[in-house]
Structures are given as structure tokens and as C-alpha cells.
């Protein structure tokens, strides 16, 4: 698909969302399924694998990678937190479930016989204009500190177009606005992911998969962000190639710059940091999937220092990323900083996903310190 994906750059981004012969090509292709259980109409393959289709995916769009893996994500989600009644209702007959999340909404919950009326706006819901249904986290149970996720299907939520933004311009990352909708109390949990709340998780006894028996979700979800990072950078790296090979120098003696030993030398800066993005996001897949066998069998449990190990590496794979594209960007020349350039779009999409709460990779190398050290 790439090629085609990188024709509709433009598209995507005046749009402001998935156009919809992409969002057909992926739904036909059956990549909203990767990490949906067999049982429900998935493909059940592992977070290795997810990592690296949503890598390809952004290599030819990043919005539409970004988009895919924020919805597709999330069928991971619904499979570990969710009983079985809700996995049957919300895959449906069909398995056809796109979901994307937002956690940190402000919302109100009025509890009801047999579940809640919810009220409540949550902001960067991205994909949203391509969904089946949404997650919504922060419904705070009045008089408590309890915090719920709902899930809604569409119909029962309103989009507010406000995505206006420096990148990621093709994500559709809406706000969300729900007034007064019943949620069954089957289609809420808990919005905690620390082990000892997860591993009660009505999901965990759905499905023998030690992937969703075992498995966490904050690392799942940081890792949906470092996956459409690597397939950024993988997609710049190719402009950038493409543009030393054939633009020459403007100075004598007017050689190819792939002839030059300083783009020799800039174009190894890159690439080696783009490949060690690409190693890490591949250990994390593997060390995700080994952690899962290992507590299924009766080994340690893929605790939070496990999860929090995971999570630093994800945010340090986002930082490799980022540092490759800041080398091409300032290196390829003024012609880079164009609007129509596919380098500046590289370059603010990436900006645009380092402000994101789980790039922030020194936070995340202090709460790994913190639980390395503590008792």
C-alpha cells in the first residue's frame, strides 16, 4: 500500500481524516484486526507483528498510520479489560471494531439501575471519523475516586471538528462530545492499569492467549506511538535518500550530493538512528510477548516494572526517531521547509507526536528509576 499512501498525503491532510479509499484498503486487508481475538473475527497475531504493520503503515502516510494504530490498538484493550458479553456485543456478528480511545476526559457518570447515564467531552480522539465505536476514559464515579472506561458505538456520540494543529493534520483528532447516554455497566471498567487491578480483569478469563491472560495495556498503547514513529522516520529516510541521489550541489564542483562525504556522513547519522529505532521496537515486541509465556506458565508476573521497562523503551524508540528526521530535516536544504515538501510533513508530524504525553521519555526514565529502586 505504500505508494499509494504516499500519493494521498495531501489528500489526507486537507481532509482532515482517513480518505476513505484508505480506510477500505485497510478494513478489506484486515489490519484492524491484527490483535483482535480469532474467537470475535480477528487475527489474533502478535504485538511483534502489529508493531511492524503499523510501522509500514506510516511509512507511507503518518496519519493514516497513526490512525490505524490508535484504532486497532484498542481491540487489544477491549479483549484484556472487558467480560465476555461486551467482547460478544461490541466485535458483533461482523468482528468489524475500530475504536479509538481518549483517557482523560471530563465526564460525568449518574449511576442507573444496571449501568450509567453518562455526560461528558474528551478532546484528541483520533480517527474518530472512521469508527465503529469509542472508549472513554476519566467517567469518575460521583463521591469516589474511582475512574471507568465506557465504551459507546457510534450514533451515540457527537464529533466537534477542532483538530486544527501544526501536524499530524490527518488524524481527525476530534473532540467527542456525549450527553446523557445510557453505558450498561458491562461496557465500563476499571480505568486502572496497574497489575494488581488488571490481573482481575474480566477479560483475563475470555481467552487462552497468554497475550490477553497476561498481557498490559499502558505498554500496548505507548507502543502503538513508537511504531508509527519508526514508520515516520523509515519514510523520511527514503525522501532523503531519493533527494542526495539526485540533487546536485550548488557550488562547484556541482557533484550529486550522494557524492559528498558530508551527506555521506549525514545520511549514516540518520540511518544508523533509524535503525536502532527499528531494533528496539522489535525487542519490545518480542520481550512483550516473552513476558506474557513467562507469567501463563507460572513464572514472574508481567508486573508494573516490567510494564514501566517496556513503556521507557517505546518512549526512547519515539526520541531515535525523532533525532533521525532532525538530522534530514536540517540537512536537506532550504527546498525541505516547502509546504508541499513530504520531509516537512515528516518533520511536523514528529514534532507534533513528541508533545504527547508518552514521549515525554524523561519522565519515563525517572518512574523507571523510582520502581527499579523502590522495596
Same mark, same amino acid.
Given at each position: 500500500?505504500?505508494?499509494a499512501?504516499?500519493?494521498?498525503?495531501p489528500?489526507?491532510?486537507?481532509?482532515?481524516?482517513?480518505p476513505?479509499a484508505t480506510?477500505?484498503?485497510?478494513?478489506?486487508?484486515?489490519?484492524?484486526?491484527?490483535?483482535?481475538?480469532?474467537?470475535?473475527?480477528?487475527?489474533?497475531?502478535?504485538?511483534?507483528?502489529?508493531?511492524?504493520?503499523?510501522a509500514?503503515?506510516?511509512?507511507?502516510?503518518p496519519?493514516?498510520?497513526?490512525?490505524l494504530?490508535?484504532?486497532?490498538?484498542?481491540?487489544h484493550?477491549?479483549?484484556?479489560l472487558f467480560?465476555?458479553?461486551?467482547?460478544?456485543?461490541?466485535?458483533?456478528?461482523q468482528?468489524?471494531?475500530?475504536?479509538?480511545?481518549s483517557?482523560?476526559?471530563?465526564a460525568?457518570p449518574?449511576?442507573?439501575?444496571?449501568g450509567?447515564?453518562?455526560?461528558g467531552?474528551?478532546?484528541?480522539c483520533?480517527g474518530?471519523?472512521?469508527?465503529?465505536?469509542?472508549?472513554g476514559?476519566g467517567v469518575?464515579?460521583?463521591?469516589?475516586?474511582?475512574?471507568l472506561?465506557?465504551?459507546?458505538p457510534?450514533?451515540d456520540?457527537?464529533?466537534?471538528e477542532?483538530w486544527d494543529? @501544526?501536524g499530524?493534520?490527518? #488524524?481527525?483528532?476530534?473532540r467527542?462530545? /456525549? +450527553?446523557?447516554v *445510557?453505558?450498561?455497566?458491562?461496557l465500563? %471498567?476499571?480505568?486502572?492499569?496497574?497489575h494488581?487491578?488488571?490481573?482481575h480483569?474480566?477479560g483475563?478469563?475470555?481467552?487462552?492467549?497468554?497475550m490477553?491472560?497476561?498481557?498490559?495495556v499502558?505498554?500496548?498503547?505507548w507502543g502503538?506511538?513508537?511504531?508509527?514513529a519508526?514508520g515516520?522516520?523509515?519514510?523520511?529516510?527514503d525522501?532523503?535518500?531519493?533527494?542526495?541521489?539526485?540533487?546536485?550541489m550548488a557550488?562547484?564542483?556541482?557533484a550529486?550530493?550522494?557524492e559528498?562525504?558530508?551527506?555521506?556522513?549525514?545520511?549514516?547519522?540518520?540511518?544508523a538512528?533509524?535503525?536502532?529505532?527499528?531494533?528496539?521496537?522489535?525487542?519490545?515486541?518480542?520481550?512483550?510477548?516473552?513476558?506474557?509465556?513467562e507469567?501463563?506458565?507460572?513464572?514472574e508476573?508481567?508486573?508494573?516494572?516490567?510494564?514501566?521497562?517496556?513503556?521507557? @523503551?517505546?518512549?526512547?524508540? #519515539?526520541?531515535?526517531?525523532?533525532d533521525a /528526521? +532532525?538530522?534530514? *530535516?536540517?540537512?536537506a536544504?532550504?527546498? %525541505?521547509?516547502?509546504?508541499?515538501?513530504?520531509?516537512?510533513?515528516?518533520?511536523?508530524d514528529m514534532a507534533?507526536?513528541r508533545?504527547?504525553f508518552?514521549?515525554?521519555?524523561?519522565?519515563?526514565?525517572?518512574?523507571?528509576?523510582?520502581?527499579y529502586?523502590?522495596?
Amino acid at each position: 500500500m505504500r505508494d499509494a499512501l504516499r500519493a494521498r498525503q495531501p489528500e489526507c491532510e486537507a481532509l482532515g481524516r482517513l480518505p476513505e479509499a484508505t480506510n477500505r484498503a485497510f478494513i478489506e486487508a484486515g489490519l484492524y484486526r491484527i490483535l483482535q481475538p480469532r474467537r470475535f473475527g480477528g487475527l489474533e497475531l502478535d504485538l511483534t507483528t502489529f508493531f511492524q504493520a503499523m510501522a509500514s503503515i506510516a511509512r507511507g502516510c503518518p496519519s493514516s498510520g497513526w490512525v490505524l494504530a490508535l484504532t486497532a490498538g484498542h481491540a487489544h484493550l477491549l479483549s484484556v479489560l472487558f467480560d465476555e458479553r461486551a467482547q460478544r456485543e461490541i466485535f458483533g456478528q461482523q468482528g468489524d471494531y475500530r475504536a479509538p480511545a481518549s483517557l482523560n476526559g471530563v465526564a460525568t457518570p449518574t449511576p442507573v439501575e444496571g449501568g450509567y447515564r453518562v455526560s461528558g467531552t474528551w478532546n484528541y480522539c483520533s480517527g474518530i471519523d472512521s469508527a465503529t465505536h469509542f472508549i472513554g476514559g476519566g467517567v469518575r464515579i460521583p463521591d469516589t475516586d474511582r475512574r471507568l472506561l465506557a465504551i459507546v458505538p457510534i450514533g451515540d456520540y457527537t464529533i466537534v471538528e477542532d483538530w486544527d494543529v @501544526l501536524g499530524m493534520r490527518g #488524524t481527525g483528532s476530534h473532540r467527542v462530545v /456525549i +450527553d446523557d447516554v *445510557f453505558v450498561p455497566e458491562h461496557l465500563t %471498567a476499571p480505568a486502572l492499569f496497574d497489575h494488581a487491578t488488571l490481573s482481575h480483569a474480566t477479560g483475563r478469563k475470555v481467552h487462552d492467549n497468554p497475550m490477553y491472560r497476561c498481557g498490559r495495556v499502558a505498554s500496548v498503547l505507548w507502543g502503538e506511538m513508537a511504531a508509527v514513529a519508526v514508520g515516520i522516520s523509515q519514510g523520511a529516510l527514503d525522501v532523503y535518500e531519493g533527494e542526495l541521489r539526485t540533487r546536485k550541489m550548488a557550488q562547484p564542483p556541482f557533484a550529486t550530493r550522494s557524492e559528498v562525504p558530508e551527506y555521506q556522513r549525514q545520511f549514516g547519522e540518520a540511518w544508523a538512528l533509524v535503525a536502532m529505532a527499528e531494533a528496539t521496537l522489535a525487542r519490545i515486541g518480542q520481550d512483550y510477548m516473552r513476558f506474557c509465556d513467562e507469567e501463563a506458565v507460572g513464572g514472574e508476573p508481567f508486573g508494573d516494572q516490567r510494564d514501566r521497562q517496556l513503556q521507557l @523503551l517505546e518512549q526512547y524508540t #519515539t526520541k531515535l526517531a525523532a533525532d533521525a /528526521i +532532525d538530522v534530514m *530535516f536540517r540537512t536537506a536544504g532550504t527546498s %525541505a521547509t516547502r509546504s508541499t515538501s513530504p520531509l516537512q510533513r515528516s518533520f511536523r508530524d514528529m514534532a507534533m507526536i513528541r508533545t504527547h504525553f508518552a514521549a515525554q521519555y524523561e519522565r519515563g526514565a525517572q518512574e523507571f528509576g523510582r520502581g527499579y529502586f523502590s522495596p
